[in-house]
């Protein structure tokens, strides 16, 4: 925790994360790349019970081939690491994971072509995300931010008007690190 709180991405996520969360009632994920995975290193949940505080730090890792914050993360990797990646193995977790590399890079030429990913119960049966890249001071994708939800409460047809308000916020973050367009 102590690192993390030291970690500029953290730091400058933390009023946005803790926004998108207010505005969209949804789980708010922030992630960062290891060149496998998709790091969590933020979550904040939409109701959180005096258990649980509303934003929590942590680390867990996510598979960045069937998450929506992963995708948004590899659809601007590098070929090299979009390769090591499939190389690795894209590993079923739904009947929804994508699990071919044909149908990977069709997937990520898709959320190139329109600015955000989508996570179909790819992951988790039942659950819908939407996710956006967020930029480091030159230009370079280096993490990402999504909302997730249960699908019955982020029916398909709100997730492009969401997801612009998820890539809002991540372009914010990306500001807030230096990257200008």
């Keep these: 925790n102590i690192a993390l709180s030291n970690f500029d991405l953290h730091r400058e996520a933390r009023p946005y994360v ?6 969209t009632g949804h789980t708010v994920h922030l992630a960062v ?7 969590v290193i933020r979550r904040a949940d939409p109701a959180p019970d ?8 942590f680390i867990e890792n996510a598979p960045a081939h069937c998450t929506s914050v992963g995708k948004a993360i590899l659809a601007w990797q590098p070929e090299d690491a979009v390769n090591r990646l499939v190389a690795n193995g894209l590993e079923r977790f739904t009947s929804s994971t994508i699990t071919t590399e044909d149908r990977l890079r069709a997937e990520l030429a898709t959320i190139r072509e329109r600015g955000y990913s989508i996570d179909e119960a ?3 049966p039942g659950l819908r995300c ?6 480091n001071q030159a230009g370079v994708v280096f993490a990402g931010l999504s909302i997730s939800g249960p699908a019955w409460k982020l029916p398909i047809e709100t997730v492009d008007e969401m997801s612009k308000v998820v890539i809002h916020h991540a372009d914010q973050i990306s500001r807030s690190l230096g990257y200008r367009n």
Excluded: C, K
């Excluded at 790349?33 to 790091?39: H, I, L, Q, S």
């Excluded at 939407?130 to 930029?135: D, K, L, S, T």
């Design 122 to 124: 790819e992951h988790q």
């Design 130 to 135: 939407g996710g956006a890249p967020i930029r």
């Design 50 to 57: 005096s258990a649980m505080p509303a934003t929590s730090t």
């Design 33 to 39: 790349f290891d060149g496998y995975r998709a790091v």
């Design 18 to 23: 803790e926004a998108l969360r207010q505005m």
